[in-house]
Structures are given as structure tokens and as C-alpha cells.
């Protein structure tokens, strides 16, 4: 079971990015999937997650509105879509996966993880 996460790189304030995650190893139409993100010296807080089918989504209150998480089980890939980048939201983004269709805002509820991919939102 492998997960990929990519996209990440720097990006003014204001500006828009979107990861990708890439699944292999498992059906990823029965795996919710979380993206969870880590800033320095601070701990890992939730991001957003998407059930297994892609009926339901979560996101934490911070990128709330700003945010799009989609996944194509076709591809095996879940992506995060975020507008309007503060400097708040630099961190390594890590993208999870769980076996089961529901998805969870904690981590500790994850089966799986992809190795990271950096955000740096920066003028």
C-alpha cells in the first residue's frame, strides 16, 4: 500500500495550489482519505477528508471555503484545492488513508500515509 502526495511548492499569498494524492496497493473506493498538514515547531492539525465513495466531505474551519477536496477513483487519486494561500498555511501537507468508506479528522484514526509534500506560501 502506497500513498503519493504532490503539488506542493512556494506560492505568493493569495495564490492557489492543488495537491494530488495517488493510491496504489488497495481499492481506493472503500478508503476515506485525509489531508493532514504540519507547520514548524507546531503539531498536525486536519486538513480536509473525503469518504470513500466521495459523497461527503470535511474540512477543518481554517480553509473552510477556500478549499476543494475531490477524488476520482477512476485514477486512484484524491486532490486538495486551495485558494486564496495565507502564510498560515505553509506547512508539509501528508495525505492519509483509512480502510473503511468513513472518513475521520483524526489522524490517529488513519491506516495509511503518503511521505509529504511542502506548501511554502511566501512574497
Known amino acids: 500500500v502506497q500513498l503519493q502526495a504532490s503539488g506542493g511548492g512556494l506560492v505568493q499569498p493569495g495564490g492557489s495550489l492543488r495537491l494530488s494524492c495517488t493510491a496504489s496497493?488497495?481499492?481506493?473506493?472503500?478508503?476515506?482519505v485525509g489531508w493532514f498538514r504540519q507547520a514548524p515547531g507546531k503539531e498536525r492539525e486536519f486538513v480536509a477528508a473525503i469518504t470513500g465513495n466521495g459523497e461527503f466531505t470535511y474540512y477543518y474551519p481554517s480553509v473552510k471555503g477556500r478549499s476543494t477536496i475531490s477524488r476520482d477513483n477512476a485514477k486512484n487519486t484524491v486532490d486538495l484545492q486551495i485558494n486564496s494561500l495565507k502564510s498560515e498555511d505553509t506547512a508539509v501537507y501528508y495525505c492519509?488513508?483509512?480502510?473503511?468508506?468513513?472518513?475521520?479528522?483524526?489522524?490517529?484514526?488513519?491506516?495509511?500515509w503518503g511521505q509529504g509534500t511542502l506548501v511554502t506560501v511566501s512574497s
Open positions: 492519509a488513508a483509512r480502510t473503511s468508506n468513513w472518513a475521520r479528522t483524526s489522524g490517529d484514526e488513519y491506516n495509511y
Open positions: 496497493g488497495f481499492t481506493s473506493r472503500h478508503s476515506a
